[in-house]
């Protein structure tokens, strides 16, 4: 089964000032965006990532050179869109694995986890998901992320977005980093579906784990460390992720 991946990489980062696309800030002594791309090279797939590129495209380009396919968001209006912009790059793939350019920490062998566990049981989707003690010290950047509400079996019934979630939801710490792989005829079939209507007016691709449950959808996941799943969106946690990660 072939499968392509599409990194994520068209935000302008507002939040961490200059004029460059977040994902060139320096992680240790080279751009954020060049360790996850050596995760995906770890994994010797036949054919090159979809880099999707916005803010700043032609710097990513320009660094990147031919270490990927590009596609263009030329509008930052969200993951969901953003993915849906690289669908005429990926075709004829059967499988689709979506990482985030802003991500340092993502292993190859992790990817590699993920994609046999998505080939092995061919459900609609298969997310990452990571837990933490509690939200306290360096364990406090993860609180805005979604809670995994998990049934009886131990699979997913539902994600709750903190927003959302009542006191006892927001004290669960199985969390939800939005690392996934779909089925890519599930997934083109139904991200057009995802709805703008939320307070940024975004699509975003964590509908999609809500869309699959109300399909009645298999939903797979795979619990990883949750250094591999640390953001980059500020010089804050830019620091954070350095001394995560970097010691």
């Not at 802003?102 to 989707?125: F, K, M, S, V």
Request: glycine share 12%; proline share 4%; hydrophobic share 40%.
């Amino acid at each position: 089964m072939q499968t392509r991946i599409i990194i994520l990489a068209g935000g302008r980062g507002k939040r961490m000032g200059g004029e460059k696309p977040k994902v060139l800030a320096l992680f240790g002594e080279r751009p954020i965006i060049d360790h996850c791309l050596d995760a995906v090279d770890g994994l010797g797939l036949a054919e090159k990532p979809v880099v999707v590129v916005g803010f700043g495209a032609d710097l990513v380009r320009e660094h990147l050179g031919g270490r990927a396919e590009y596609a263009l968001q030329a509008e930052q209006l969200g993951t969901g869109h953003a993915v849906l912009c690289a669908k005429d790059k990926v075709g004829g793939a059967d499988n689709i694995a979506v990482l985030y350019g802003d991500h340092p920490n993502t292993r190859a062998e992790t990817i590699r986890r993920l994609l046999a566990l998505h080939e092995a049981e061919q459900p609609a989707l298969t997310m990452m998901t990571l837990r933490v003690p509690d939200f306290g010290g360096v364990h406090a950047a993860f609180y805005g992320f979604g809670r995994v509400v998990r049934g009886a079996d131990g699979r997913v019934a539902r994600i709750v977005e903190l927003k959302d979630a009542t006191e006892e939801e927001k004290g669960i710490t199985d969390l939800n980093p939005s690392l996934f792989c779909f089925d890519a005829n599930w997934l083109w079939d139904n991200l057009p579906k995802v709805s703008n209507n939320n307070a940024q007016g975004e699509y975003y691709l964590t509908d999609m784990v809500g869309m699959a449950i109300e399909q009645g959808r298999k939903i797979a996941s795979l619990e990883i460390d949750c250094k591999e799943c640390i953001g980059v969106n500020t010089p804050e946690e830019l620091e954070l992720a350095h001394k995560i990660i970097l010691g």
